[in-house]
C-alpha cells in the first residue's frame, strides 16, 4: 500500500547545470513502507532472546517473529531485527500508523467503491495487450544481454526503452481524464500525487494497485535486479504508482528533486507536446544532495510516447516546462524495505553516489601519493647510507 506525499525543500548550491532555474533540491520525504515478512518460517534459523529488554510486547513474540524475517536481515544486529518488527507490529496494534493505513485503506475504500472503471481490461495484467513485443521478448529471456538489446544508457544508470503499445497508453489516459471527469462531477476530494503536483491521480487509489504490483514483480523487479542490485533492485517489495498532467491548464514544470523510491520507472503516455524535457544531474545519497554537478553527469532526454525512462529514485532531476499541448506520464516509484533497513547500518554508498565516489578516489588519491612519498624519503635515506 501506498500513502500520499509531501516534499520539502532543500537550498542547493548551483549546479553545473544548463539552463534550470531551479537552485532548489525537492526531497521525498520517506514514507510508510511495507515491510515484509516471509510467508514460512525459517526452521533452520536460531533466533536471539529478547528477553530483559524494555518492550512494549512480549520478547517471545519478537523470538518468533524473528524466523519470519527476510534472510538478508537475519544477520543483522539484535536491535536492527527489533526495529523492523516493531515496525510491523505497530501496524497491526491499536492506534499511530494503523490508524493512518485505515484511513488511507478506507480513503481508496471509498472511491473503489464509487467509481465506475471505463476500461476494465486495464485492471488485470494483460501483458501482451500492454507491451511493445521487444520489451516482452527481453523479459521472457531475462538476461542482461537482452535487456541491454533493447535499452538505450544515455548517461551510466538511466536506460531509456520502448515498452508500452500505443493502444494502452491511449486507454490508460481515457481511464485517468474518466476518473477526473468523476472526481470533477461528485466534487470527491482526492489526493494528489504528491505536493509539487496540482494535478495528477495515484492509480494505485482507485484499483489499479494489483496490476501495478504485477507490473513491478514480474517486469521492473527482473530488470532491477541486473542494474540496481545496490539500491535494493532485487528486493523491490511496494510502490507508489500515479499519473502526472502538464500543460497550460495543468502544472507546468517539475523542479530538480530525488524521488522517494529505490527505483523509478517513468513512461510517457502522450498526447501531443512540446517541451518537458526531463534533465538529470548525478546520482547523491543524502548527505551530498546538494553538492555540485559535474560535467559527466548532465543529461537531458526528451520524452517519447511509449517510451520508458528507468533510474534511481536518487538520480536527481526534473522536469522543464511543457509549452504547448499536454503531456501524460505514468510513474512507478518501486521500493524495497529490505534495503531501507540495510542502508541504515551501512554508510558506504560509493556505489551509486556520484559524490561518495569521488571523496573514495581523493581519499585513495592522497594515501597513494603518501606511502609513494614515504618510499621516496625511505631509498633516499638508503641512498645515502651506502
Ligand atoms: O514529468 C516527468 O517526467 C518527471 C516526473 C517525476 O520525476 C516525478 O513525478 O517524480
Ligand atoms: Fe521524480
Redesign the pocket.
Known amino acids: 500500500m501506498s500513502f500520499g506525499v509531501s516534499r520539502e525543500e532543500i537550498q542547493q548550491p548551483a549546479p553545473l547545470s544548463t539552463g534550470q532555474n531551479g537552485n532548489v533540491v525537492a526531497v521525498?520525504p520517506t514514507m510508510a513502507t511495507a515491510h515484509r515478512l516471509r510467508l514460512n518460517p525459517n526452521t533452520e534459523h536460531k533466533p536471539e532472546s529478547y528477553e530483559g529488554l524494555q518492550l512494549e510486547f512480549s520478547p517471545l513474540l519478537f523470538s518468533s517473529l524473528e524466523r519470519y524475517l527476510p534472510p538478508p536481515l537475519l544477520s543483522l544486529p539484535r536491535d536492527s531485527k527489533l526495529h523492523y518488527m516493531r515496525d510491523i507490529i505497530i501496524r497491526y496494534s491499536p492506534d499511530g500508523e494503523r490508524t493512518r493505513v485505515q484511513r488511507h485503506r478506507e480513503y481508496r475504500r471509498k472511491i473503489i467503491s464509487r467509481y465506475q472503471p471505463l476500461h476494465r481490461e486495464l485492471y488485470i495484467m494483460h501483458a501482451s495487450n500492454f507491451f511493445a513485443p521487444s520489451f516482452l521478448k527481453a523479459i521472457n529471456e531475462n538476461k542482461e544481454q537482452s535487456f541491454r538489446s533493447i535499452m538505450a544508457e544515455p548517461i551510466p544508470g538511466v536506460f531509456t526503452f520502448e515498452m508500452f503499445q500505443p493502444r494502452f497508453c491511449q486507454l490508460l489516459l481515457s481511464e485517468v481524464e474518466n476518473f477526473e471527469k468523476w472526481v470533477y462531477e461528485t466534487k470527491f476530494r482526492i489526493m494528489r500525487?504528491?505536493t509539487?503536483?496540482k494535478f495528477?491521480a495515484v492509480l494505485d487509489d482507485f484499483g489499479l494497485e494489483t496490476m501495478l504490483d504485477k507490473l513491478m514483480e514480474d517486469f521492473i523487479r527482473p530488470i532491477s535486479k541486473v542494474f540496481y542490485s545496490d539500491v535494493g533492485g532485487s528486493t523491490l517489495d511496494s510502490h507508489h504508482g500515479?499519473v502526472?498532467e502538464?500543460g497550460i491548464d495543468r502544472?507546468i514544470?517539475?523542479g530538480f528533486?530525488v524521488?522517494d523510491?529505490e527505483v523509478?520507472l517513468?513512461v510517457?503516455l502522450g498526447k501531443q507536446f512540446s517541451g518537458?524535457d526531463?534533465f538529470f544531474r548525478g546520482v547523491r545519497c543524502d548527505k551530498h544532495v546538494n553538492t555540485e554537478t559535474q560535467t559527466d553527469e548532465i543529461l537531458d532526454y526528451s520524452?517519447i510516447p511509449g517510451r520508458a525512462?528507468l533510474h534511481r529514485g536518487r538520480h536527481r532531476?526534473?522536469?522543464r516546462a511543457t509549452t504547448s499541448g499536454q503531456?501524460f506520464?505514468l510513474?512507478l516509484?518501486c521500493r524495497s524495505s529490505v534495503y531501507r533497513e540495510l542502508r541504515k547500518y551501512q554508510k558506504d554508498f560509493s556505489s551509486w553516489c556520484g559524490e561518495c565516489q569521488r571523496e573514495k578516489k581523493e581519499q585513495q588519491r592522497v594515501s597513494i601519493a603518501a606511502t609513494k612519498q614515504e618510499l621516496l624519503k625511505r631509498e633516499g635515506k638508503a641512498a645515502t647510507r651506502t
Open positions: 521525498l500525487p504528491n509539487m503536483n495528477g500515479f502526472v502538464y502544472d514544470e517539475l528533486h524521488d523510491s523509478t517513468n510517457c518537458g526531463l520524452h525512462v532531476h526534473g522536469a503531456r506520464n510513474l516509484w
